[in-house]
């Protein structure tokens, strides 16, 4: 049974700082490619950020790009996102996954499918 275990959410004053983990439990990390995505309240799953499964290739949605960093220590099994410059506009519930390296793209990450395992989210939550 593979778990994507998040953590790191929490609240944080805007233009503050976090920084997300997602520990998982597969023994093949670094057949996948990891990404981030998060929900807003109302609003529907967005895709945040991607890494491939070798960490050389980033893929991040416009919003966050220049605020946002994705990393994966293999080693350790575990994805980061280190969030700068946070809005109020960030707040949602963030969410790990990960896809396949050998059936996707980090890029083709961004349209949600091909998602083989997801996490159980993290709050995030950007006061003004």
């Known amino acids: 049974q593979v778990q994507l275990v998040e953590s790191g959410g929490g609240l944080v004053q805007a233009g503050g700082s976090l920084r997300l983990s997602c520990a998982a439990s597969?023994?093949?990390?670094?057949?996948?490619?990891m990404g981030w995505y998060r929900q807003a309240p109302g609003k529907e799953r967005e895709f945040v950020a991607a890494?491939?499964?070798?960490?050389?290739?980033?893929y991040y949605t416009d919003s966050v790009k220049g605020r946002f960093t994705i990393s994966r220590d293999n080693a350790k099994n575990t994805v980061y996102l280190q969030m700068n410059s946070l809005k109020p506009e960030d707040t949602a519930v963030y969410y790990c996954?990960?896809?396949?390296?050998?059936?996707?793209?980090?890029?083709?990450?961004?349209?949600?499918?091909?998602?083989?395992?997801w996490g159980q989210g993290t709050q995030v939550f950007v006061s003004t």
């Open positions: 890494i491939s499964w070798n960490g050389t290739d980033t």
């Open positions: 597969m023994r093949t990390f670094t057949m996948y490619h």
């Open positions: 996954a990960a896809a396949d390296s050998r059936l996707v793209r980090i890029t083709t990450m961004a349209a949600g499918r091909d998602i083989m395992y």
